[in-house]
C-alpha cells in the first residue's frame, strides 16, 4: 500500500477509453462503470485503491445507451483486459448496470474465451436486461461455477438491496460460491463516487465518507486475489 499511482490512458477498441494502472505479473482486474455514458471518472477513487493493493487495473469506458446497450464496448474492454493478463483469469469488478454487465460475462465466460477468477458486484442492476445478453439473467446457470462477492449499501435509493439477495439466492441455488454483504453505504460511495444533483451525475468522490468506503470496498476486492 502507498506507492504512487501510475495511470496510462489508452483506447481499448478504436474511440473508446480506458485507464490503466500497470502492475506486471499481479491480478488484472477490470472496473466497468453503469450507465452513465463513459464515466470511468468517478471510479477513480476505488480504481487506485484497488491499485495500490498490488493489481494491474483496467477501468474502460462503456456506452449503455448505444444501440447494442454497450455490448460491443464492454466485450471489447474485456478481451483488452485479457490480453494484457497473459493467460491469467480476471477479477471482474462492476458497479450497478456494469455489475450486472459483469454478471452476465461471468455466466458466458466460455463462450467469449474470457477467463474470470472472481466477479465483484456493487450494487449490481440484476433487475433488468443484462447488457451482455440482451436479456434478464438465467435463473438455470450452465457451465463451470466462478465466485462471486456481492457488495450493496444499506442507503442504495437507486438498486435495493434485493436485487443483490436475489441474485445471490440465484447463484447458491445453483451452487455457485458466492458472498452477499450489506455495507453502510449508497448508491455511489460503494463505487467511489459521489452523486451530483446540479448536473445530474456521478463523479468521483472528495468527501471523507465516501473515500472511506471506497477503501473498505478496495480491500474486500483484494481479499479476492
Do not use: K
Not at 467469449?112 to 439473467?137: E, K, N, Q, W, Y
Not at 456481492?150 to 458472498?179: I, K, M, Q, R, Y
Request: proline share 6%; with cysteine; aromatic share 6%.
Amino acid at each position: 500500500m502507498g506507492h504512487p499511482t501510475v495511470v496510462d490512458t489508452v483506447e481499448y477498441s478504436p474511440g473508446r477509453l480506458a485507464d490503466v494502472y500497470p502492475e506486471p505479473s499481479r491480478p488484472t482486474v477490470l472496473m466497468w462503470h453503469g450507465a452513465q455514458t463513459d464515466s470511468r471518472a468517478a471510479m477513480r477513487p476505488l480504481a487506485e485503491r484497488v491499485h495500490e493493493h498490488g493489481a494491474s487495473v483496467v477501468l474502460a469506458d462503456w456506452d449503455s445507451h448505444a444501440d447494442d446497450g454497450g455490448r460491443a464496448d464492454l466485450l471489447a474492454s474485456a478481451r483488452f483486459a485479457a490480453q494484457r493478463a497473459e493467460g491469467r483469469p480476471l477479477v471482474l469488478v462492476g458497479w450497478s448496470m456494469g455489475g450486472l454487465a459483469a454478471a452476465g460475462l461471468t455466466l458466458r465466460a466460455a463462450e467469449f474465451g474470457i477467463a474470470v477468477a472472481h466477479t465483484v458486484c456493487l450494487a449490481g442492476a440484476f433487475m433488468v436486461r443484462d447488457p451482455i445478453s440482451g436479456a434478464a439473467l438465467p435463473s438455470s446457470l450452465a457451465g463451470d461455477p466462478t465466485p462471486f462477492t456481492l457488495l450493496h449499501g444499506a442507503d442504495d435509493d437507486v438498486v435495493p438491496v434485493t436485487a443483490s439477495e436475489d441474485f445471490a439466492t440465484v447463484l447458491s441455488s445453483n451452487g455457485w460460491p458466492v458472498g452477499c454483504v450489506v455495507l453502510a453505504a449508497d448508491h455511489g460511495s460503494i463505487a467511489g463516487a459521489r452523486y451530483d444533483a446540479a448536473a445530474d451525475r456521478y463523479s468521483a468522490a472528495t468527501d471523507p465518507s465516501s473515500l472511506t468506503v471506497a477503501t473498505e470496498v478496495a480491500a474486500r476486492i483484494a481479499g479476492v486475489f
